[in-house]
């Protein structure tokens, strides 16, 4: 007698609620970015048969390697009608650069789907002269093309995009702009294969602000291994506060945090 298929030997997710913010704990890393991948899929189509297309902003990190390859492999999205954005960039860095987040996401997503220069409003990270000018400029982007639905993740010091603790504002009047990145970030950089030393690290970024994610309708955030756990312990059990600026995702109405069993092993 054949024993369960592999299908049924895969434990399902537990699932809770932390204030408004829903909370999935898968046991690996790719299963957290399969379900990602489909629940983004899924608010990609409502957006298309509500607006005709769908405005998405990425994240670009290895924690998000699993969920950008489940949506390369979904069959029914339509990436024609699909506009890309993204939430940071390093200030100085070429686009073409190996630690670049618009090369890796061309890499691992934008050119693989079929998403060209016509449809990707990317941040010009290397234009470090003016940077203000460049934050505004990305600001009427935004304006003129908001985000319908935010993929992102959450770093080790539990930043959101490049809102190190130092310089994270909830009320930011601000949808874009230049911040130094703290000490824990850089050293996450390093921890990502980025780069190879601490010294290589840009010190300065471009990012979107927290008020400018938070005011997409839908959220969808994966975070996975175990240098991420203390961030998440703070997210779902800390204060709402700058402190740990992923916290936040608790006051919002449509986010969801997919989280494999290293991530989320201080979560009771």
């Given at each position: 007698m054949s024993g369960p298929g592999p299908d049924l030997l895969v434990k399902p997710p537990s699932r809770f609620a932390v204030d408004s913010l829903q909370v999935v704990v898968h046991e690996d890393r790719a299963q957290a970015g399969r379900a990602a991948a489909m629940e983004v899929g899924r608010a990609i189509r409502r957006r298309q048969e509500e607006a005709g297309r769908a405005n998405v902003?990425?994240?670009?990190?290895?924690?998000?390697?699993?969920?950008?390859?489940?949506?390369?492999?979904a069959k029914d999205v339509d990436w024609s009608r699909v506009v890309g954005l993204h939430m940071d960039e390093y200030l100085g860095l070429k686009a073409d650069h190996p630690a670049s987040f618009r090369r890796y996401l061309?890499?691992?997503?934008?050119?693989?789907?079929?998403?060209?220069?016509?449809?990707?409003?990317?941040?010009?990270?290397?234009?470090?002269?003016?940077?203000?000018?460049?934050?505004?400029?990305?600001?009427?982007?935004?304006?003129?093309?908001?985000?319908?639905?935010v993929c992102a993740g959450i770093g080790e010091n539990g930043h959101l995009a490049f809102n190190d603790p130092p310089v994270a504002d909830f009320l930011d009047p601000v949808l874009v702009k230049p911040v130094r990145l703290d000490a824990?970030?850089?050293?996450?950089?390093v921890h990502d294969g980025g780069f190879g030393h601490i010294d290589d690290?840009?010190?300065?970024?471009?990012?979107?602000?927290?008020?400018?994610?938070?005011?997409?309708?839908?959220?969808?955030?994966?975070?996975?291994?175990?240098?991420?756990?203390?961030?998440?312990?703070?997210?779902?059990?800390?204060?709402?506060?700058?402190?740990?600026?992923?916290?936040?995702?608790?006051?919002?109405?449509?986010?969801?945090?997919?989280?494999?069993?290293?991530?989320?092993?201080?979560?009771?």
């Open positions: 902003l990425f994240a670009a990190a290895p924690s998000q390697d699993a969920f950008l390859a489940g949506l390369v492999a061309q890499e691992r997503l934008f050119r693989l789907v079929g998403l060209d220069a016509s449809r990707l409003r990317l941040i010009p990270g290397e234009r470090a002269d003016r940077p203000l000018r460049t934050c505004l400029e990305y600001e009427e982007v935004l304006l003129n093309e908001p985000p319908d639905i824990a970030c850089r050293k996450q950089q690290v840009p010190t300065h970024a471009l990012t979107l602000t927290i008020p400018a994610l938070m005011r997409a309708p839908v959220l969808s955030v994966v975070v996975t291994g175990p240098r991420k756990a203390d961030a998440v312990l703070n997210t779902l059990r800390g204060p709402v506060a700058e402190s740990c600026p992923a916290s936040i995702l608790r006051r919002h109405k449509s986010a969801t945090l997919h989280l494999d069993r290293e991530a989320a092993k201080l979560v009771s």
